[in-house]
Nanobody, 124 residues
Framework: VQLQAFGGGLAQVGGSLRLSCAAS????????MGWFRQAPAKEREFVAA????????YYGDSAKGRFTISKDNAKNTVYVQMSNLKPEDTAVYYC??????????????????WGQGTLVTVSS
């Protein structure tokens, strides 16, 4: 499978952005689709994930109450709607696919395939 993330850009503090991640190829075996982010000089951080089969969602602490993950199976696309953006949300956002599912959805090690990343910059 190949993952293509897009939708990043410049947003104002308090504004919103929606990121998309389109999957192509063998999507049948996907268990979880996740979003992570990485700011300069920081470790990759879990943002949100969704179970490809039953829509169960998971959120990182920084995303709870502000971000919403969703998917469109017909389009093989996962979204993360980000609201009330803060400067600390500035990062490269990556989507990832998990084919093995060991339950550690908040760990980057869980995921098998990664997209190329899309930059989000939140400016005041």
């Amino acid at each position: 499978v190949q993952l293509q993330a897009f939708g990043g850009g410049l947003a104002q503090v308090g504004g919103s952005l929606r990121l998309s991640c389109a999957a192509s190829g063998d999507t049948f075996g996907i268990y979880i689709m996740g979003w992570f982010r990485q700011a300069p000089a920081k470790e990759r951080e879990f943002v949100a994930a969704i179970n490809w089969r039953d829509d169960f969602t998971y959120y990182g602490d920084s995303a709870k109450g502000r971000f919403t993950i969703s998917k469109d199976n017909a389009k093989n696309t996962v979204y993360v709607q980000m609201s009330n953006l803060k400067p600390e949300d500035t990062a490269v956002y990556y989507c990832a696919a998990d084919y093995q599912y060991t339950g550690r959805v908040r760990s980057a090690m869980e995921y098998d395939i990664w997209g190329q990343g899309t930059l989000v910059t939140v400016s005041s």
